[in-house]
């Protein structure tokens, strides 16, 4: 990383249309502070943003109308300014028939993936050499149900994630209890079902990460609060489960939680969870061997509903935005002990959902 690189975190939230909801900030590393470089209004909720720093780009999703009046997605590219920060409108296009919850970007760089949790949707949308959001090209809708009689009435796509070697994407329904590993025919620009993994009954599966050794793949459930090891078979594309912990202390009976994000660190040494309800960010020490979770603590989020959060690129920060009271939020992280400890810097957010620490 040359001296020149700055960090800047890209951050989506939940905003109406006419109000900023997209923001960039830069983030001074040594002492954890966030500083607004910049916000863009025009699309409604873009709840969830990628990034592509090497072309200086950020995709976001956003909620749209069809002609017939129907709610669907919408996927927006954006041009970052690396110097300023400054957000412009490169181009946005329709994508999936329901409003969305997700986007990824596949390692080829040639397509972007939009999840629909109200829909059950998975979506295949077209990426130009120049960085333009094209067409929809492919769309599956998803089927089953899951445990509980409310939360798993019917799919709920949550997110899609790459394994490391680019070859499948694991497409997480929270609705349907199951994981849906497509592989993504690139001649006819398709999303191909490759295997199905079913998980404990009433997980709601939510998001994943990978372990840097490929070898493990952890899974937070969002409506049991729980994380599933996998182990990952790259030749045959299958993930098999290996076992389950609560991300809650022991006897917990406070307000309800759901969990939201995992990560987990480049060393592999630590994987990262968030409880919404709890309000806490759990840190569990993972065996590169087993793949077992081992409980390290449990810290406080330091606002509510923490939605989602990032580890910066070089692990030394962790960024937590906290949707209800509006503010997202620093820790140092303890590279021996993966311990986090407030930086005592809070920023003023509204409605933040997603954050994403890149250097540019």
């Known amino acids: 990383m040359s001296e020149s690189k700055r960090l800047l975190v890209l951050v989506g939230s939940y905003a109406e249309a006419e109000n900023e909801g997209i923001y960039a900030y830069e983030l001074n590393e040594d002492t954890g502070s966030l500083s607004k470089l910049d916000g863009i209004s025009g699309v409604k909720n873009p709840t969830f943003v990628n990034v592509n720093a090497e072309n200086n780009k950020v995709y976001a999703i956003g909620e749209a109308v069809s002609p017939e009046g129907n709610k669907m997605s919408e996927a927006v590219a954006l041009n970052i300014d690396p110097s300023t920060g400054k957000l412009s409108l490169l181009n946005r296009n329709h994508s999936i028939s329901a409003p969305p919850c997700h986007i990824q970007r596949d390692p080829s760089g040639r397509y972007l993936i939009l999840s629909s949790y109200h829909g059950g949707l998975v979506g295949l949308q077209a990426l130009s050499d120049n960085g333009e959001v094209g067409a929809l090209l492919d769309e599956k809708k998803h089927e089953g149900k ?83 090891s996998y182990r990952y078979d790259a030749a045959a594309g299958t993930l098999t489960e290996v076992s389950t912990v609560s991300t809650l202390p022991d006897g917990y009976e406070g307000a309800e939680n759901t969990t939201a994000e995992i990560t987990v660190s480049n060393d592999g040494r630590f994987v990262y969870g968030s409880n919404r309800g709890h309000d806490s960010i759990v840190v569990f020490a993972a065996d590169a061997e087993t793949g077992h979770l081992k409980l390290v603590e449990h810290v406080s989020a330091e606002g509510e509903h923490p939605r989602h959060f990032a580890l910066t690129p070089n692990g030394k920060l962790l960024i937590a935005a906290n949707r209800d009271t509006n503010n997202i939020v620093t820790f140092t992280v303890d590279q021996e002990s993966g311990r986090l400890k407030y930086t005592g810097h809070s920023t003023g957010a509204s409605k933040p959902v997603c954050v994403k620490p890149v250097y540019f």
């Not at 939360?151 to 499948?168: E, L, N, T």
């Not at 295997?195 to 990978?210: N, Q, W």
């Open 146 to 228: 899951g445990a509980h009689p409310e939360r798993q009435d019917k799919p709920h796509v949550h997110s899609a994630f790459f394994s490391p070697d680019g070859k499948y994407m694991m497409v997480q329904d929270l609705g349907a209890d199951k994981i849906a590993i497509y592989s993504i025919d690139a001649d006819n620009n398709e999303l191909v079902l490759h295997s199905e993994t079913k998980t404990h009954a009433g997980a709601g599966p939510r998001h994943l990460a990978f372990h840097p050794n490929g070898q493990f793949a952890y899974v937070i459930n969002e409506v049991d609060s729980s994380i599933t």
